[in-house]
Structures are given as structure tokens and as C-alpha cells.
């Protein structure tokens, strides 16, 4: 995100809560620079283990925001979120940070972080992977929109009638006219 789009977020009469990439080095820099010489407004540790996948997750919050580049409009909270685990038996570790107009503590922070990963997850991913949307040659006018539109579609066709799996639903459906049709 840009500062331009922080700006014209606040001035809609929002708030934001964005992820600084590394197309940001300055403000990531300085984000872990703060993390690492102040103690936190507020923070929260939580371990989860599923199926194949043991995290814990620790959300970190600072309202220090001295030294950010006034432009960006609105902020007034500096999150640093790490992730430590396994997935299928390979250690990870990550470290995400983000900048948000809101003041919040760091369990709300992190409900909100985690709620957008579901849909991360559950759209997002699968109509990236699964229905490859990022790979499409398709880029003039509003077809890109509209094919994005007809996935979406298709994906809570899919949803509604009980398919967790969307790639096994395609290879069930995909030589099968009939059965397709009959979801509509």
C-alpha cells in the first residue's frame, strides 16, 4: 500500500491495518528497530496445533511512532507479529509488521490479523493456486474483473455444496457435464 491509499483512507472516514512489505525497507527497518530497543504498549503469545502444524504466534504493539515519515496519513500504531513453528516436520520462523491508524491491543490486533488470513486462505489462495488467477494471460478491459467475478462464483457454488476441497471437486466435476449442472 501506498501513502497515497493510507490518505485517502483516513480521509474516507476509515482505518487500516496494512502489512509492510519489503518494497518498504525503510519503515520495516524501522519497525523492527523500535521492536527491538522498546518494550511494547501491549502484547500477546498464543501456541496452536493443527493436524500437521504447531505455531506460536506472538502480536506486539507500539504507539512510539517517532522517526516514521509523517506522510504516512493516520498512523498511530506499529504492529510486529512472529511466527515460530512447524509445518510438516520443517521449522519456520517469520516475521510480519504492519502499521495501523487504529489503537488497539495487541489480542485485537491479532484476531483481526488472523480473521484476514481466513479469507486469505479460504479465497484468496485458492483462486490463486487452485484456479491459477494469477497466471492468467487476460488482462485488457474489465475481462479480468469479470473471470474474477465467474471464479468467485464458482468457488462458493462449490462451498455451498459441501466441497472443503476445492481441487478434488474439480477433478470430481470436470468430466462430468451433468453433475456440474446440477450444482447451478
Given at each position: 500500500m ?13 482505518d487500516?491495518?496494512?502489512?509492510v512489505?519489503d518494497?518498504?525497507?525503510k519503515l520495516r ?9 522498546k518494550?511494547?504498549?501491549s502484547?500477546?503469545?498464543e ?10 504466534r ?7 511512532i517517532?522517526?516514521?515519515d509523517?506522510?504516512?496519513?493516520g498512523i ?21 509488521c504492519?502499521i495501523s491508524s487504529l ?5 485485537e ?6 480473521g484476514?488470513?481466513g479469507?486469505?486462505n479460504c479465497?484468496?489462495?485458492?483462486k490463486?493456486?487452485?484456479f ?6 487476460i488482462?485488457?478491459?474489465n475481462?479480468?474483473?469479470n473471470?474474477?467475478i ?5 468457488l462458493?457454488i ?6 472443503h476441497s ?12 451433468d453433475?456440474l449442472?446440477?450444482?447451478v
Amino acid at each position: 500500500m501506498s501513502k497515497k491509499t493510507c490518505k485517502i483512507i483516513i480521509e474516507s472516514g476509515n482505518d487500516y491495518v496494512i502489512a509492510v512489505k519489503d518494497n518498504q525497507p525503510k519503515l520495516r527497518s524501522h519497525i523492527q528497530r523500535i521492536a527491538a530497543t522498546k518494550k511494547p504498549t501491549s502484547r500477546v503469545v498464543e501456541t496452536e496445533k493443527t493436524r500437521d502444524r504447531y505455531t506460536t504466534r506472538t502480536v506486539e504493539v507500539f504507539h512510539d511512532i517517532n522517526g516514521i515519515d509523517p506522510s504516512w496519513t493516520g498512523i498511530k500504531s506499529l504492529v510486529r507479529v512472529e511466527r515460530i513453528g512447524t509445518r510438516n516436520a520443517k521449522k519456520y520462523h517469520e516475521i510480519v509488521c504492519y502499521i495501523s491508524s487504529l489503537i488497539a491491543s495487541a489480542k485485537e490486533f491479532a484476531i483481526g490479523i488472523r480473521g484476514h488470513w481466513g479469507i486469505e486462505n479460504c479465497l484468496h489462495w485458492v483462486k490463486d493456486v487452485v484456479f491459477k488467477e494469477d497466471c492468467s494471460t487476460i488482462r485488457l478491459g474489465n475481462a479480468p474483473a469479470n473471470l474474477s467475478i465467474i471464479r468467485a462464483i464458482a468457488l462458493n457454488i462449490l462451498r455451498r455444496h459441501s466441497y472443503h476441497s476445492i481441487t478434488i471437486a474439480q477433478r470430481f466435476l470436470s468430466h462430468d457435464i451433468d453433475k456440474l449442472l446440477r450444482l447451478v
